[in-house]
């Protein structure tokens, strides 16, 4: 067998892992070649955030990119990712009005109804937290253009929730399992065949930032400077809070960051209600100051409040496991202090 000239080379060179010098040197190359911002500096938090933001670093913010060794961190060039998913978020968001303007057979309480639906399927296939963000980011995408009848609404769910999970899972459901799950109301043909409809009309464009997207970012910030409760709980509650506003056809438009930081807001007073839940790390890593979030943590408490009465249970019974911290049963306060949206970052 030929052995490839690459390895035959002189100039390829292999490090002992004993050699202590030579590694840390490698390692400094390493680090100092993968920087993929504009900035020269180092030092510090290094985020480039110019095109979304101008905004002072000041020593208080703490630094959520500085371990290199956990490559599913992408400290090198998080925080390029998270620049391109701000531009991106407005690209590929729904029409905030297509039930008015395009739907003529359904309403928002149809869509509501789907959506919770959705939510027991997916708990029933344990499909992975995107999975379902991206099913009604689908679903809302192709009402925006395509007329459609109740009758139909349940199979554009379970087509949607279909493409959804072969994007997530390496071995997803197969559509055989969709139709059991509408009681065969549907065929497989129908299923492939809205399937095909909403891949054609999305032109395939699957990749779409979501609230979760955001919402794993900015709860490790909110995490930072929490000590009196478990970062675990205030991640199932903001998760919560973010499940219920995919219900809330009028939460549409709001952008994905937005309805994310916010739920980071509203779990943060929840879990802590005598403290301003925001700081200059959460300034920082999500761009948004208390005054930008005022209308959206408004609508989003009102769901909060308003869940413990909803003929829709299907995510407050998720949310009342106890692996979810039963974060679902926390006491909601029925007011927010308004001096909380005040911008006295500290």
Same mark, same amino acid.
């Given at each position: 067998?030929?052995?490839?000239?690459?390895?035959?080379?002189?100039?390829?060179?292999?490090?002992?892992?004993?050699?202590?010098?030579?590694?840390?040197?490698?390692?400094?190359?390493?680090?100092?070649?993968?920087?993929?911002?504009?900035?020269?500096?180092?030092?510090?938090?290094?985020?480039?955030?110019?095109?979304?933001?101008?905004?002072?670093?000041?020593?208080?913010?703490?630094?959520?990119?500085?371990?290199?060794?956990?490559?599913?961190?992408?400290?090198?060039?998080?925080?390029?990712?998270?620049?391109?998913?701000?531009?991106?978020?407005?690209?590929?968001?729904?029409?905030?009005?297509?039930?008015?303007?395009?739907?003529?057979?359904?309403?928002?309480?149809?869509?509501?109804?789907?959506?919770?639906?959705?939510?027991?399927?997916?708990?029933?296939?344990?499909?992975?937290?995107?999975?379902?963000?991206?099913?009604?980011?689908?679903?809302?995408?192709?009402?925006?253009?395509?007329?459609?009848?109740?009758?139909?609404?349940?199979?554009?769910?379970?087509?949607?929730?279909?493409?959804?999970?072969?994007?997530?899972?390496?071995?997803?459901?197969?559509?055989?399992?969709?139709?059991?799950?509408? %009681?065969?109301?549907?065929?497989?043909? =129908?299923? #492939?065949?809205?399937?095909? +409809?909403? @891949?054609?009309? $999305?032109?395939?464009? !699957?990749?779409?930032?979501?609230?979760?997207?955001?919402?794993?970012?900015?709860?490790?910030?909110?995490?930072?400077?929490?000590? %009196?409760?478990?970062?675990?709980?205030? =991640?199932? #509650?903001?998760?919560?809070? +973010?499940? @219920?506003?995919? $219900?809330?056809?009028? !939460?549409?438009?709001?952008?994905?960051?937005?309805?994310?930081?916010?739920?980071?807001?509203?779990?943060?007073?929840?879990?802590?209600?005598?403290?301003?839940?925001?700081?200059?790390? #959460?300034?920082?890593?999500?761009?948004?100051?208390?005054?930008?979030?005022?209308?959206?943590?408004?609508?989003?408490?009102?769901?909060?409040?308003?869940?413990?009465?909803?003929?829709?249970?299907?995510?407050?019974?998720?949310?009342?496991?106890?692996?979810?911290?039963?974060?679902?049963?926390?006491?909601?306060?029925?007011?927010?202090?308004?001096?909380?949206?005040?911008?006295?970052?500290?």
């Amino acid at each position: 067998m030929d052995i490839s000239p690459t390895f035959k080379s002189p100039q390829a060179k292999y490090l002992d892992s004993n050699d202590v010098p030579a590694i840390d040197s490698f390692e400094r190359k390493t680090f100092s070649h993968l920087c993929t911002s504009d900035l020269s500096e180092t030092t510090g938090n290094i985020c480039n955030r110019d095109v979304l933001a101008e905004m002072e670093v000041d020593d208080e913010v703490v630094n959520l990119d500085n371990n290199y060794m956990d490559p599913q961190l992408c400290a090198t060039f998080a925080c390029d990712i998270y620049k391109h998913l701000r531009a991106s978020e407005v690209k590929k968001r729904p029409s905030i009005d297509f039930m008015e303007t395009i739907q003529k057979d359904i309403n928002t309480n149809m869509r509501a109804i789907l959506i919770d639906w959705l939510v027991k399927v997916a708990e029933e296939y344990r499909l992975v937290p995107d999975t379902l963000y991206l099913t009604v980011n689908y679903i809302d995408r192709y009402l925006s253009g395509n007329v459609i009848n109740r009758q139909r609404l349940q199979l554009l769910g379970v087509a949607c929730m279909m493409i959804a999970a072969k994007y997530e899972k390496i071995c997803a459901s197969q559509v055989e399992e969709f139709c059991y799950v509408t %009681e065969n109301t549907y065929s497989k043909e =129908e299923v #492939l065949e809205m399937e095909s +409809a909403v @891949l054609n009309y $999305l032109k395939f464009e !699957m990749t779409v930032p979501t609230v979760k997207c955001f919402l794993r970012r900015f709860v490790r910030a909110a995490a930072q400077e929490i000590n %009196e409760v478990p970062s675990m709980q205030l =991640e199932c #509650l903001a998760n919560y809070i +973010a499940e @219920l506003s995919l $219900l809330e056809y009028s !939460m549409l438009c709001y952008a994905p960051s937005l309805i994310a930081a916010s739920a980071i807001f509203l779990a943060k007073f929840i879990l802590l209600p005598s403290r301003r839940p925001w700081n200059s790390t #959460l300034h920082h890593y999500t761009l948004y100051t208390p005054s930008d979030l005022i209308d959206c943590v408004k609508d989003l408490h009102r769901l909060c409040c308003n869940n413990l009465d909803s003929t829709l249970p299907a995510i407050r019974g998720k949310y009342s496991q106890h692996k979810y911290k039963c974060v679902a049963e926390k006491h909601c306060p029925p007011s927010i202090p308004l001096e909380f949206f005040h911008n006295q970052i500290h």
